[in-house]
T-cell receptor, first 114, second 107 residues
């Protein structure tokens, strides 16, 4: 499968625990995006990378969230001290650098904080 | 004003009907747009791109009105399989999504 893959697909965690998600983009894509989606809403931008550089981070993203893309390939999103409000679907997408390039999404990681 | 706003719906239509809905955007410099389709509990997938005044792909037609800053999507001869949420996307650096328009096609 050469699409975007995310791991795990589902995660249940207790409030206060740390969680880490992984995203493997399409290999030739140098842009990688993280989004969060809750029921009835569109995907909400969290952050994006151009190769290994994190170029933008949403102002809505608290300091508990951090993302990395150390070698410009896979990326990780960590949430520290999870809260119930963090429960959502976390989507990763990748695209070519060219403006207005189609973004391909992974199947997402569904996080439930109990 | 939100960057991208959509008719929320839901639009509940019978098979064979035509359904259309709009998306407005705030950045007048935007040159291109996407419509993505998202099935329940699945990831969004590209439906069509809109680069000039519009685009047509089979039963789906997208139109762009730059003066009024909106994009429309029209579905003709709707099928049960068209039931989904349709997301309008403005591809600035971060891909700004609307909240989605839910369409349900009934038999």
């Amino acid at each position: 499968d050469t699409g975007v893959s995310q791991d795990p697909r589902h995660k249940i965690t207790k409030r206060g625990q740390n969680v880490t998600f992984r995203c493997d983009p399409i290999s030739e894509h140098n842009r990688l995006y993280w989004y969060r989606q809750t029921l009835g809403q569109g995907p909400e931008f969290l952050t994006y990378f151009q190769n290994e550089a994190q170029l933008e981070k949403s102002r809505l993203l608290s300091d508990r969230f951090s993302a990395e893309r150390p070698k410009g390939s896979f990326s990780t999103l960590e949430i520290q001290r999870t809260e119930q409000g963090d429960s959502a679907m976390y989507l990763c997408a990748s695209s070519l650098e060219a403006a207005a390039s189609e973004a391909f999404f992974g199947q997402g990681t569904r996080l439930t904080v109990v | 004003r939100k960057e991208v706003e959509q008719d929320p719906g839901p639009f509940n239509v019978p098979e064979g009907a035509t359904v259309a809905f709009n998306c407005t955007y705030s950045n007048s410099a935007s040159q291109s747009f996407f419509w993505y389709r998202q099935d329940c509990r699945k990831e969004p997938k590209l439906l069509m791109s809109v680069y000039s005044s519009g685009n047509e792909d089979g039963r789906f037609t997208a139109q762009l009105n730059r003066a009024s800053q909106y994009i429309s999507l029209l579905i003709r001869d709707s099928k049960l399989s068209d039931s989904a949420t349709y997301l309008c996307v403005v591809p600035d650096y971060k891909l700004s999504f609307g909240a989605g328009t839910t369409v349900t096609v009934r038999a």
